[in-house]
């Protein structure tokens, strides 16, 4: 288990140049954006635009504050996104452009190199204790809410607003929200 406070993050220019992107973790550590496996970040949108082109990206695209964006993708009808709507993916090496719906947002963005891995997006609510197994090469638990108790055999922590923890391997864990917790949970599994 690795925590990373939300502190630890490390904000950076968009690959586009048009807003700030904050890293929470990439792999291989130190990668750029041309060659990373996979990232997880968040990003501040406050205007309408084009995304910027990842080749041989997988990205799914979850709001995480504000009222929403609709995104349009390859050409097809715009899908709008909120911060109730589960992840939406698609690839990072199509046109994609955003509209916001209602001022700007937030969003979490998930980026998997399709030939090395690939991962499941999920926002989970809870308001109670509730048992999570993961059984990913790789887990990583992203909460949106203060003050977040994870338990394994090992070990206890809380989790604050943004904060993350890495784990690697299957681990069994408890989930110990103090009220209406948000969070995320993002499981990535190497491609054989």
């Not at 084009?50 to 964006?69: C, N, Q, T």
């Not at 209602?102 to 609510?125: C, F, P, Q, Y």
């Not at 993350?164 to 190497?190: C, K, Q, S």
């Amino acid at each position: 288990m690795r925590l990373l406070l939300a502190t630890m993050h490390r904000r950076m220019p968009w690959k586009n140049g048009g807003g700030e992107t904050t890293e929470i973790i990439v792999s291989p550590e130190h990668a750029g954006l041309e060659d990373f496996d996979w990232r997880i970040s968040m990003a501040k949108v406050g205007t309408d635009g084009p995304f910027s082109a990842f080749a041989g990206i997988d990205r799914p695209l979850s709001v995480i504050e504000g009222e929403g964006i609709a995104l349009s993708v390859a050409g097809e009808p715009e899908i709008v996104l909120t911060t109730q709507s589960q992840p939406f993916g698609f690839p990072g090496d199509v046109a994609a452009s955003a509209r916001l719906i209602a001022g700007s947002i937030t969003d979490l963005n998930v980026m998997t190199r399709r030939t090395a891995w690939r991962h499941e997006t999920k926002r989970l609510r809870l308001s109670e204790r509730q048992a999570l197994r993961c059984a990913a090469d790789v887990t990583v638990i992203l909460s949106r809410s203060h003050d977040l108790g994870l338990v394994t055999e090992a070990r206890h922590c809380k989790l604050g607003i943004d904060d993350a923890m890495v784990l690697e391997g299957p681990v069994n864990l408890e989930l110990e929200p103090e009220g209406e917790t948000t969070l995320f949970v993002v499981e990535l599994e190497r491609v054989v």
